[in-house]
């Protein structure tokens, strides 16, 4: 991740990169969330671990963090003689787009504002100095 936003612009994006920019996501994290994408149906921890190799406490950390984001729907399932697990799929890509543009929108306009508030305190400073030359 680069250390600067001039950096960041000079980099190659790709699409995955969101995930990064926007949530701070590992890269299992992001290999977690293609393994759920690219799912035919919602899978649990244990198929989660298994396709991305890790052990399931490590898959589920990863998946909490999904969740935590907002990437991911948790459903419980019953099983018949009683008991229940969970079963996790990724949410629609147009609402979780929605949302990267709303946080793009809120952080533009409060780095607008910044700019502004820089622009403001650094032309009085330098008006003052001018004028007691």
């Not at 396709?51 to 999904?66: F, P």
């Not at 419980?76 to 079963?87: C, F, L, M, S, W």
């Not at 949410?91 to 910044?114: F, I, K, S, T, V």
């Amino acid at each position: 991740m680069p250390d600067s936003l001039a950096e960041m612009l000079q980099q190659d994006m790709a699409c995955e990169s969101l995930l990064d920019c926007f949530h701070g996501l590992t890269e299992l994290d992001r290999e977690v969330f293609r393994t759920l994408a690219d799912a035919t149906e919602p899978l649990t921890v244990d198929e989660v671990a298994a396709a991305v190799e890790r052990e399931r406490s490590t898959a589920y950390r990863s998946i909490q963090r999904l969740l935590d984001a907002g990437f991911l729907e948790k459903q419980q399932v019953n099983y018949e003689q009683g008991g229940y697990y969970h079963v996790f799929s990724p949410r629609a890509p147009e609402e979780l787009a929605d949302e990267m543009q709303r946080m793009l929108n809120d952080w533009y306009a409060q780095m607008g504002q910044l700019i502004h508030e820089f622009r403001e305190t650094y032309g009085e400073r330098r008006a003052e100095a001018t004028s007691s030359d």
